[in-house]
């Protein structure tokens, strides 16, 4: 069936421009996570969002960013006033959260996002 | 906050199982051992987990230690798509994800 989905999988930006970053989670899905992977760094977590449960956002590394979650599906995540540190590859996550045991995490291909 | 070691590189010839170490020596009780990889530019992808048990699926074998200390991927037959940087990460499940530095696994023809 469909993966994660992210896009668009580059974006190029100038820096104090916006950005909206889109994730569609595998259809089902619950849970979906943000993280972020700078070149040659590990995962980097950002946001959590659980059904409709409030977000555990305590990944997020500063005011300038936000995240939603519409209709339990699409997630947007948005990069206000992006500064040249904001660089790096976008990764959503989602997994089925039904009930089980544990819990598996699928992630998208990612979106490379580079501020100039 | 990783918790775990992995040798950070290793080799295989194509065709030969590759067997990915790793120690998770402070695992809780209710956490899983997941892999993950992650070939270059793409996302991470998940491989397999366990908990106690010895698992296989279409891709990989986990092997589990009696006291969960350290775990080994058994790729059986290496082949050069499998050329990538494999992570274990003791969770829960229910958690964000952390890795490590992970094994840098190369496979040769």
């Known amino acids: 069936g469909a993966g994660v989905s992210q896009s668009p999988s580059n974006k190029v930006t100038e820096k104090g421009k916006d950005v909206e970053l889109r994730c569609d989670p595998i259809?089902?899905?619950?849970?979906l996570y943000w993280y972020r992977q700078s070149l040659g760094q590990g995962l980097e977590f950002l946001i959590y969002?659980?059904?409709?449960?409030?977000?555990?956002k305590s990944g997020l590394p500063s005011d300038r960013f936000s995240a939603e979650r519409t209709g339990g599906s699409v997630s947007t995540l948005t990069i206000q006033r992006t500064q040249q540190e904001d660089s790096a590859v976008y990764l959503c996550a989602s997994s089925p959260s039904a009930g089980a045991r544990t819990d598996t995490q699928y992630f998208g291909p990612g979106t490379r996002l580079t501020v100039l | 906050d990783a918790k775990t070691t992995q040798p950070p590189s290793m080799d295989c010839a194509e065709g030969r199982a590759a067997n990915l170490p790793c120690n998770h020596s402070t695992i809780s009780g209710n956490e899983y051992v997941y892999w993950y990889r992650q070939i270059h530019s793409q996302g991470p992808q998940y491989i397999i987990h366990g908990l106690k048990n010895n698992e296989t699926n279409e891709m990989a074998s986990l092997i589990i230690t009696e006291d969960r200390k350290s775990s080994t991927l058994i790729l059986p037959h290496a082949t050069l798509r499998d050329t990538a940087v494999y992570y274990c990460t003791p969770n829960t499940g229910f958690q964000k994800l952390v890795f490590g530095t992970g094994t840098r696994l190369l496979v040769s023809p």
């Open positions: 969002f659980q059904g409709n449960s409030a977000p555990d």
């Open positions: 259809s089902g899905h619950t849970a």
